[in-house]
C-alpha cells in the first residue's frame, strides 16, 4: 500500500481535496483503522508464507522443519527389549547401572526423593499460583550386595569343624593338584583358553567367538573356595586388565554363557567385587541378538562383535539344541537380578511358552528344534549330549528360586516321569541306565555326560511326592552305581566317553571313538551329591580313586592331559588340560571331601559348568521408588 506524502510545491492530499477539519479527522480515523486491518492480516497468514516473513520473526513451531528445535527432555530409562538388535544394545547400554549413585537423597533401602527447585523469586517470595504437580523419578537400579551376603544361611567357605585327618589330607591333596593345574597354565599358557601341557603352549580354539582367558574364568571360584589367594588375586588381576569383550568372531551361546558368564557370575557373588559383575552384564548383552528369531528360540552361534546368529551347520535342518537354549536359565535370571534388566529373564521365559506350547512325544523333549518354526525337527531323545543340562536347569530353576517357580518344578517331575518310563532300563547284570531315544527305538547306551543324572535326580528326590521320595533317591544311587562301574570296568579306572549294554557288554565302550577320557566331571558331581544326600562314604572311597587314577594317569610333567584309550595302562595322552577340569572336576572332588557347610546347598545351585549361584532366599534389588 503507497502511502501519500506531501511533495513540494504541491497543497497536501487532504487540502487539495478540499476537506473541512471535521471531515479530515473522520478522513484520519478511517485511513488508521485500515492500515491496523491490513497489516493484522498478515497474522492470519500461514507460516510458510513468504509475505509474512517480510515483515514479521517467525516463530518457532514443532512442524516447521527449517527452524532448529530444542532438545528434548530426557525420557525414563525403559528396560524393555526393541525390537531391532542394533537399538537393543543401546537402549540396554542407557539403562542405569549397577552401583551409580542414588539421586539427590536416598534412603538406605535404595529409594530416592525428588528434590524441588526454588521458586524464580527466591526462597522467601510468596506466590499464588499452585505447586506444580511432582515430577515421577526413578532412582538408579542398585543390588544390595551386603543384604545379599547377610541372607546366606551358612558362610561360604563353611566354619571348619572337627574333621577326620584322612578326610583333610586328601582334600589337601585336591587342592594341591589344583594349584599345579593353575601355576602350569600361568607359565605356558596364560590369556590363551586353554593349556597345552605336552608341547607346554596354550590353546585358542574357535568356540569363545575370539574371548580369550576361558581357564582363567572357569578357575576363578575353584581357586577362592580352595583358599589359594595368590592365585586367585592373579586370575582376577588378569580380568581387569585383560579381559577384553570387544571381539569379532563366532561363539557357541551356550559356551559362553556357562563358562564365561558363569564364572563372572559365581566370582562376584564369592566375592562382591565389581569387575566381575560389570564384566558379566556386558557380555550378557552381547548374547542377546541370538534370541532374535521367529519364535525367540536363540540360535546357538553368534558373532559377539556383529551380533549376527545362526544354527549350527550339524543341526539337522538348521535347528536349535535342547541342552543349549535349555541352560540359559539359570545366569540369564541373576543377569536380570544384578542389572535390574528384565530383558534377560523376558528372553528365558518365553523359551518355557514355546516349550509348554508344543506337543511332546510321549512326554519326552527331542534335541533339536526349529527357530524358526517352533516344532520338533527330529525325535532324538538323550539325557546325555545335546539334552542333558536342559533337565538339569528345571530342577536347579526349582532350587534357585527357593522352591517357588512351580512351572520348573512341573516341568522337571513330568519329564522325569517320562524319562523313567521309557529310557529307564536294567541290564542283565542288574545295571540301571538311561537309554537314548531315535523316534520310539531305544539305543541302549549312556554318554558319560549323562553320568551327571545320579546327582540331578538326587536333588530332585527331596522335592518329590513323599511316597516318591525314597523311589527316586533308589534310582539316583542304582545310575550313579552304574556310573561307577563304567569306571571300574576300566584298566585305568577312568571311564570312557560312552558305554553300552548289548551284545552281552555292561559299562564298557566297545568303540574305538568312545574309549577316550578328557578330564570329564559328571561322574564325580554325581559322587559329591549323593555324599551330601546320604553321607555314605563309599561316595568317598569312589572319589578317591578318580584322584589316584587322575593322578596316575593324566598328569604329565605340565599339567594335566585327557587320555585317547582308558583301558590300556601306556596312556597316549591328548595334549590338553580341559578349562572344565578346574573348574568342575578338581572343584567337585574338593567338595567331596569338604563339610556340607561348604557352599551349602541351602545357599547355592551349581551351574552346568560348576558356578555357584546363589539361591534367592529374598529380593536384594534396592529397587526404584517412584516419588
Not at 499464588?128 to 558362610?155: I, V
Not at 589337601?172 to 607346554?200: C, H, Q, S, V
Not at 516318591?468 to 579306572?493: F, G, N, P, V, W
Not at 577316550?516 to 559329591?528: D, F
Amino acid at each position: 500500500m503507497l502511502l501519500l506524502r506531501k511533495l513540494p510545491g504541491m497543497p497536501g492530499w487532504p487540502a487539495a481535496l478540499g476537506l473541512r477539519l471535521p471531515q479530515k479527522f473522520l478522513f484520519l480515523l478511517f485511513l488508521s483503522g485500515l492500515l491496523t486491518l491490513c497489516f493484522g492480516a498478515l497474522f492470519l497468514l500461514p507460516d510458510s508464507s513468504r509475505f509474512k516473513r517480510l515483515f514479521l520473526p517467525r516463530r518457532a513451531a514443532a512442524g516447521d522443519p527449517d527452524l532448529p528445535r530444542s532438545p528434548p527432555a530426557a525420557a525414563e530409562p525403559r528396560h524393555a527389549s526393541p525390537a531391532v538388535p542394533r537399538r537393543l544394545r543401546d537402549r540396554i547400554r542407557a539403562a542405569p547401572r549397577l552401583g551409580a549413585p542414588l539421586t539427590h537423597t536416598a534412603a538406605s533401602a535404595g529409594g530416592s526423593r525428588q528434590q524441588v527447585p526454588p521458586g524464580e523469586g527466591g526462597a522467601g517470595e510468596r506466590t499464588d499460583a499452585p505447586p506444580a504437580a511432582p515430577r515421577q523419578t526413578r532412582a538408579p537400579f542398585r543390588f544390595d550386595y551386603e543384604a545379599f551376603r547377610r541372607s546366606l544361611r551358612h558362610p561360604v567357605l563353611g566354619r571348619r569343624g572337627s574333621e577326620e585327618p584322612e578326610t583333610r589330607a586328601r582334600r589337601l591333596k585336591i587342592k594341591e593338584m589344583m594349584k599345579f593345574a593353575w601355576d602350569n597354565y600361568k607359565r605356558y599358557a596364560l590369556g590363551k583358553n586353554e593349556l597345552r601341557p605336552l608341547t607346554k603352549n596354550g590353546h585358542i580354539g574357535n568356540m569363545f567367538g575370539g574371548l580369550r582367558g576361558a581357564t582363567i574364568v572357569d578357575a576363578l571360584d575353584t581357586l577362592y573356595i580352595m583358599e589359594l589367594g595368590e592365585e586367585f588375586q592373579e586370575a582376577k588381576s588378569w580380568v581387569e586388565k585383560s579381559f577384553d569383550l570387544n571381539v569379532n568372531g563366532e561363539a557357541s551361546l551356550f559356551e559362553v554363557n556357562i563358562r564365561y558368564v558363569g564364572g563372572l557370575l559365581a566370582a562376584y557373588y564369592l566375592t562382591g567385587e565389581e569387575v566381575f559383575k560389570s564384566k558379566a552384564l556386558e557380555l550378557g548383552e552381547k548374547l542377546l541378538p541370538a534370541f532374535n528369531t521367529p519364535t525367540g528360540i536363540p540360535r546357538g552361534v553368534i558373532n559377539l562383535g556383529s551380533g549376527m546368529s545362526w544354527s549350527w551347520g550339524w543341526a539337522s535342518a538348521g535347528s536349535s539344541i535342547l541342552a543349549e537354549f535349555g541352560t540359559l536359565h539359570l545366569e540369564f535370571l541373576h543377569l536380570s537380578e544384578l542389572s535390574g534388566n528384565p530383558v534377560f529373564t523376558e528372553k528365558v521365559m518365553n523359551i518355557r511358552k514355546v516349550l509348554n506350547r508344543i506337543e511332546k512325544p510321549q512326554g519326552l523333549y527331542p534335541n533339536f528344534l526349529s527357530p524358526v518354526t517352533g516344532n520338533w525337527v527330529q525325535h532324538h531323545v538323550s539325557i546325555g549330549g545335546l539334552g542333558d543340562s536342559f533337565y538339569e536347569y528345571l530342577i536347579k530353576s526349582w532350587l534357585m528360586s527357593d522352591k517357588r517357580d512351580a512351572d520348573a518344578k512341573k516341568m522337571y517331575n513330568d519329564a522325569i516321569e517320562a524319562i523313567e518310563k521309557h529310557l529307564v532300563k536294567k541290564s542283565a547284570g542288574g545295571l540301571t541306565y538311561i537309554a537314548e531315544w531315535r523316534g520310539g527305538i531305544l539305543d541302549h547306551k549312556m554318554g558319560h555326560l549323562a553320568c551327571f543324572s545320579g546327582g540331578m535326580i538326587a536333588l530332585g528326590a527331596e522335592q518329590a511326592v513323599e511316597e516318591k521320595k525314597q523311589h527316586y533317591m533308589d534310582l539316583a544311587a542304582e545310575i550313579t552305581h552304574t556310573c561307577h562301574e563304567s569306571y571300574a570296568r576300566s584298566d585305568t579306572k577312568l571311564g570312557p566317553e560312552a558305554f553300552r549294554f548289548d551284545s552281552g557288554t555292561e559299562a564298557m565302550a566297545t568303540r574305538l571313538s568312545e574309549r577316550y577320557y578328557i578330564l570329564r566331571p559328571e561322574v564325580v558331581e554325581s559322587y559329591m551329591y549323593m555324599w551330601r544326600m546320604t553321607h555314605d562314604p563309599k561316595y568317598r572311597q569312589w572319589g578317591w580313586e578318580v584322584v589316584k587314577a587322575l593322578e596316575k594317569y593324566c598328569r604329565v610333567e605340565a599339567g594335566f592331559s585327557g587320555i585317547r584309550d582308558v583301558y590300556t595302562t601306556t596312556p597316549n595322552h591328548d595334549n590338553m588340560q580341559q578349562s572344565f577340569f578346574l573348574a568342575e572336576t578338581l572343584k567337585y572332588l574338593y567338595l567331596l571331601f569338604c563339610e556340607d557347610d561348604v557352599l551349602s546347598l541351602e545357599d547355592w545351585v551349581f551351574n552346568t559348568e560348576a558356578h555357584p549361584l546363589p539361591v534367592n532366599h529374598t529380593n536384594f534389588k534396592a529397587k526404584a521408588s517412584v516419588q
